[in-house]
């Protein structure tokens, strides 16, 4: 079974850090572009972060620059979304998914591969 599953949520005060995970079970992450996705409370989904296959290649939403890091370690299966400075606004269900790598990263149609989601909080 293909499938992906993302990590890390959680709750966290104003300022503060979490780490996402996303891990792939039942095909090879390592061949796909992963985007990170989230959705908050009456919006739309929006596109947070992109890394390619190689991890040449890195996007972020203007919202996150400066604030979020997507990495991916390939020999885990595992993409990572590090989040600091974290801001109320920031709250949402955020959900990983792996597709090829194209310049319209943001834009959901194109992934193949999508997870769960994991509730991020930010509240104090």
């Known amino acids: 079974q293909l499938q992906l599953v993302e990590s890390g949520g959680g709750l966290v005060q104003p300022g503060g850090s979490l780490r996402l995970s996303c891990s792939a079970s039942?095909?090879?992450?390592?061949?796909?572009?992963v985007g990170w996705f989230r959705r908050a409370p009456g919006k739309e989904r929006e596109g947070v972060s992109c890394?390619?296959?190689?991890?040449?290649?890195?996007m972020y939403a203007d919202s996150v620059k400066g604030r979020f890091t997507i990495s991916r370690d390939n020999a885990k299966n595992t993409v990572y979304l590090q989040m600091n400075n974290l801001k109320p606004v920031d709250t949402g269900i955020y959900s990983c998914?792996?597709?090829?790598?194209?310049?319209?990263?943001?834009?959901?149609?194109?992934?193949?591969?999508w997870g769960q989601g994991t509730q991020v909080t930010v509240s104090s």
């Open positions: 998914a792996a597709g090829p790598y194209r310049s319209a990263w943001n834009e959901t149609w194109v992934y193949n591969y």
């Open positions: 039942g095909f090879t992450l390592n061949y796909y572009a």
């Open positions: 890394i390619s296959s190689s991890a040449g290649s890195t």
